[in-house]
């Protein structure tokens, strides 16, 4: 995929925010940055971030509830904690929260830069590991863009693949149309792209998944929030 790395960086000092921003861009990533804890939070929910940089003394809520609060809405959201000192206890609390790594202040660009990619490259294979994808009596073999539901065989487009993998690494919540045309995609946010792309596939893919495309059991609709592959029983 071609499209940008979007990293969100949460920092109240704004030397180090600065500093942050420049160093990201200058190394390809799109940033995003809040200065406060409870705009931080906000904005880590809309899942649009590759990975965050959370630091943990803010403003209005510490990293520590904002990691925790991230990881209860969303296990696999990338994130590296700033910590302030090289004390262990941030540390460990920090990582037992469920941060991917942390990165000590005052802390090196390279440094930085190597944990980043780390973390961004640990969590694509992630991704890519979902060889196959099984429910109720569909099963999908993500290599060979076949499956089968009950005894009929089914075949899928790239497309479609790409679409069941990420709703199935985040079966956990409802995915938005605009999550979808970002992560699956590959478009930039905040380009007015025809959410109806998106539709389209998913009626495809119900299609072939599901017993009543109309009546959806596995690819549900959530009212508001987008859609959810049902994986477990
Ligand atoms: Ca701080």
Same mark, same amino acid.
């Given at each position: 995929?071609?499209?940008?790395?979007?990293?969100?960086?949460?920092?109240?000092?704004?030397?180090?925010?600065?500093?942050?921003?420049?160093?990201?861009?200058?190394?390809?990533?799109?940033?995003?940055?809040?200065?406060?804890?409870?705009?931080? /939070?906000?904005?880590?929910?809309? %899942?649009?971030?590759?990975?965050?940089?959370? *630091?943990?003394?803010?403003?209005?809520?510490?990293? $520590?509830?904002?990691? *925790?609060?991230?990881?209860?809405?969303?296990?696999?959201?990338?994130?590296?904690?700033?910590?302030?000192?090289?004390?262990?206890?941030?540390?460990?609390?920090?990582?037992? /929260? %469920?941060? *991917?790594?942390?990165?000590?202040?005052?802390?090196?660009?390279?440094?930085?830069?190597?944990?980043?990619?780390?973390?961004?490259?640990?969590?694509?294979?992630?991704?890519?590991?979902?060889?196959?994808?099984?429910?109720?009596?569909?099963?999908?073999?993500?290599?060979?863009?076949?499956?089968?539901?009950?005894?009929?065989?089914?075949?899928?487009?790239?497309?479609?693949?790409?679409?069941?993998? $990420?709703?199935?690494?985040?079966?956990?919540?409802?995915?938005?149309?605009?999550? /979808?045309?970002?992560?699956?995609?590959? $478009?930039?946010?905040?380009?007015?792209?025809?959410?109806?792309?998106?539709?389209?596939?998913?009626?495809?893919?119900?299609?072939?998944?599901?017993? *009543?495309?109309?009546?959806?059991?596995?690819?549900?609709?959530?009212?508001?929030?987008?859609?959810?592959?049902?994986?477990?029983?």
């Amino acid at each position: 995929m071609s499209r940008q790395i979007q990293i969100l960086v949460v920092e109240d000092e704004e030397a180090i925010r600065t500093g942050l921003i420049d160093v990201l861009v200058f190394h390809g990533y799109e940033v995003d940055s809040s200065a406060t804890g409870p705009e931080g /939070l906000s904005k880590a929910l809309t %899942g649009k971030f590759d990975l965050v940089l959370l *630091d943990i003394m803010l403003p209005g809520m510490d990293g $520590y509830e904002i990691c *925790d609060r991230i990881r209860a809405e969303d296990r696999h959201q990338p994130i590296i904690m700033l910590t302030a000192k090289t004390s262990d206890e941030e540390i460990i609390q920090g990582l037992t /929260l %469920g941060a *991917d790594d942390y990165v000590s202040k005052p802390f090196s660009i390279q440094q930085l830069v190597l944990r980043i990619e780390a973390v961004l490259r640990r969590s694509q294979v992630g991704i890519e590991q979902a060889r196959s994808i099984c429910f109720r009596d569909v099963e999908i073999d993500t290599e060979n863009l076949s499956g089968r539901n009950g005894s009929e065989e089914l075949t899928f487009t790239r497309r479609e693949i790409e679409l069941l993998k $990420y709703l199935a690494l985040h079966s956990d919540r409802p995915i938005s149309r605009e999550e /979808l045309l970002t992560k699956v995609w590959g $478009y930039a946010r905040n380009l007015d792209i025809e959410t109806r792309t998106v539709d389209i596939h998913i009626a495809k893919i119900r299609r072939k998944i599901e017993t *009543d495309p109309r009546e959806p059991e596995n690819l549900i609709t959530v009212r508001g929030a987008g859609y959810r592959l049902v994986t477990e029983t």
